[in-house]
């Protein structure tokens, strides 16, 4: 993969988002690392620093990672406040598991949702429209050895 047109894709994509408020800036991560990217968010300074996996076979375009990680900066909001309304429904145990399952069910549906929609844009506006099947790729070269 291509890192080089990083700050170009967070560009192009935070305008797009309607991010332009936001200090956003990227950190490649050189490390064994499970992830193949991250966002931390300080919603209060609205600076958020966008963590990039440059050895995580998972993922084989760049943009598209870029694009997920954006749409969890312009959905933290909402994501703050039902992880808040699970906490005064549920409490802070997190041995609960009527909370655990609560917030299982919410991370998935928030993943295939961001999921969903960077597919959308990366399919209208992308330079790479190319879908990543990394995460695929890897599962069937561990079974098959292709």
């Not at 039902?82 to 906490?87: Q, R």
Request: net charge negative.
């Amino acid at each position: 993969m291509d890192f080089g047109n990083t700050k170009k894709y967070i560009d192009k994509w935070q305008k797009t988002l309607r991010l332009a408020d936001w200090d956003i800036r990227f950190q490649f991560v050189d490390t064994e690392w499970r992830k193949t990217g991250d966002i931390k968010i300080d919603a209060d300074d609205r600076s958020a620093v966008l963590l990039v996996n440059r050895f995580n076979p998972k993922q084989d375009n760049l943009e598209e990672l870029i694009i997920h990680e954006l749409l969890h900066l312009k959905l933290h909001g909402l994501d703050q406040m039902i992880e808040t309304l699970m906490e005064c429904v549920y409490g802070k145990n997190e041995d609960d598991p009527q909370k655990a399952f609560a917030y299982h069910q919410f991370m998935s549906v928030l993943e295939s949702t961001v999921h969903d929609l960077t597919k959308s844009f990366l399919l209208e506006s992308g330079e790479n429209k190319e879908l990543s099947f990394g995460r695929l790729a890897q599962e069937i070269r561990q079974e098959i050895g292709a």
